[in-house]
């Protein structure tokens, strides 16, 4: 059970930490607190929220819960003062006291090289973002994961990393034509937004970033999609049969995730969905 991912910045590390920790519990110990800073334009005028400084206050973000946490646990009194997050006052009656099922672990959404650094240096786990290329995984995430747990001191084996995948996948043509159709609009929408652009860019789309953001500005959802073209859609998503979709996971992702999340921004017949993970098994 993980939440994928939480919107860490409208929140506060004292009301993340109580949800984790009622969730860890309910689930036996089977809970991860997926975290995401989302984008300005969302925190800022969505959330109506603060964005300033996202890699410092994540950074901080994560100390603050591990600091609650180690209280809960028994490590002493709480006493976490930092530059966005002031937690020293921890009572008994709030205090629900070591988790039986230990802490959740605490795994971070991330895209770009500072938030990807940051995750492999603070966090328990990497959420590779669904809206990827196996070459930007290749290229530009898996150096910067390398490059975090450097930083920290940590091995790889101290850090799990789940690759996220929009899988576009049909048995018929009928199935394939709806997951085309959701899966052209997603991907449409992720592609016009700023922060998305590397993703674009190292695969010689980045123009198709801004006329997509202009369309957005403009309120021309409907037209945004018919601007992925197949050589996108095949790249950016996992397409096509459920022995294809697998074979392209396998060659996207190889052996350096511990797990696999398939995203189908569509209602998969389970039949379809059933023979998708017996091929990648």
């Not at 398939?262 to 091929?279: K, M, Q, R, W």
């Amino acid at each position: 059970l993980m939440t994928n991912v939480a919107i860490a910045f409208p929140r506060n590390p004292i009301q993340l930490a109580h949800q984790a920790n009622d969730l860890q519990c309910l689930s036996h110990g089977r809970f991860t607190l997926g975290l995401g800073a989302q984008v300005r334009t969302q925190i800022e005028k969505r959330y109506g929220a603060s964005f300033d400084r996202p890699i410092a206050r994540m950074r901080e973000l994560i100390g603050a819960l591990r600091a609650i946490f180690a209280a809960w646990e028994g490590g002493g009194q709480l006493r976490f003062q930092g530059e966005f997050y002031r937690h020293t006052l921890m009572t008994p009656m709030f205090n629900p006291g070591p988790n039986p099922y230990g802490t959740p672990p605490i795994f971070l959404g991330a895209l770009g090289p500072q938030m990807t650094r940051l995750a492999a240096e603070t966090a328990d786990g990497l959420l590779v973002m669904p809206f990827n290329t196996r070459r930007h995984f290749q290229e530009r995430t898996l150096p910067m994961v390398d490059e975090g747990l450097a930083r920290a001191g940590r091995l790889p084996t101290d850090f799990a990393l789940f690759g996220e995948v929009i899988a576009c996948c049909g048995r018929t043509d009928e199935e394939l034509a709806a997951a085309d159709e959701a899966t052209r609009w997603l991907l449409s929408f992720y592609a016009s937004t700023p922060s998305y652009r590397p993703v674009l860019d190292i695969e010689g789309w980045g123009d198709l970033q801004t006329e997509l953001h202009a369309l957005s500005k403009e309120g021309r959802w409907d037209e945004m999609p018919r601007r992925i073209e197949p050589a996108m859609l095949a790249k950016l998503a996992a397409r096509g049969t459920p022995e294809e979709v697998a074979s392209d996971i396998r060659g996207r992702f190889g052996h350096h995730v511990d797990q696999v999340c398939i995203y189908t921004p569509y209602a998969i017949e389970e039949t379809c969905f059933g023979e998708l993970v017996d091929a990648l098994r």
